[in-house]
T-cell receptor, first 114, second 112 residues
């Protein structure tokens, strides 16, 4: 069974631009969560989607948004990029809701904001 | 507020020696607890998790962790380190609100 895939793997943007990251969960998984990983702040939870609904959200500004499609694929969008948004963005999927099931992580998208 | 503290951002052990990575959590009620491992340029892989029941949890690759409520700890151990264990390890906590909090991570170095 294929694992969690994230596209693109690497991305370079400039300040003020917006970016969309994509995550395809493991087949049959209905929950997708997003995380931001930086050297300074470590791993931080962004949000979780389950059956196309946002179940939970971390403490990030409204510039960070996401959505989930009927096939469970998820996208994350960051608008008006800032230098501090440079990070590794990880997506994870689980069969059920976040608390109930093990998460499987993708390799991440490394975003660099210049 | 919920928090997770990992003692030591870098830990070095000799190959074959005991691995001990420390994790303390702060929570008013016993949370779910996790240990993840991250190899370079990869995502996280779950080593083990504690939800309820037995306080000694066995995971993959020979790792185990013990939930100690009185000490609010969930330390990760492995009896004998292998070179392939060199990676970064993250402890995480999840309360009933389903928000997961990660520790800052501990990079494990294995000395030949």
């Amino acid at each position: 069974k294929a694992g969690v895939t994230q596209t693109p793997r690497y991305l370079i943007k400039t300040r003020g631009q917006q970016v969309t990251l994509s995550c395809s969960p493991i087949s049959g998984h209905r929950s997708v969560s997003w995380y931001q990983q930086t050297p300074g702040q470590g791993l931080q939870f962004l949000f979780e989607y389950f059956s196309e609904t946002q179940r939970n959200k971390g403490n990030f500004p409204g510039r960070f948004s996401g959505r989930q499609f009927s096939n469970s694929r998820s996208e994350m969008n960051v608008s008006t990029l800032e230098l501090g948004d440079s990070a590794l963005y990880l997506c994870a999927s689980s069969l059920g809701q976040l608390s109930a099931d093990t998460q499987y992580f993708g390799p991440g998208t490394r975003l660099t904001v210049l | 507020a919920q928090s997770v503290t990992q003692l030591g951002s870098h830990v070095s052990v000799s190959e074959g020696a005991l691995v001990l990575l420390r994790c303390n959590y702060s929570s008013s009620v016993p949370p779910y607890l996790f240990w993840y491992v991250q190899y370079p340029n990869q995502g996280l892989q779950l080593l083990l998790k504690y939800t309820t029941g037995a306080t000694l949890v066995k995971g993959i690759n020979g790792f185990e962790a013990e939930f100690k409520k009185s000490e609010t700890s969930f330390h990760l151990t492995k009896p004998s380190a292998h070179m392939s264990d060199a990676a970064e390890y993250f402890c995480a906590s999840m309360n009933r609100d389903d928000k997961i909090i990660f520790g800052k991570g501990t990079r494990l170095h294995i000395l030949p």
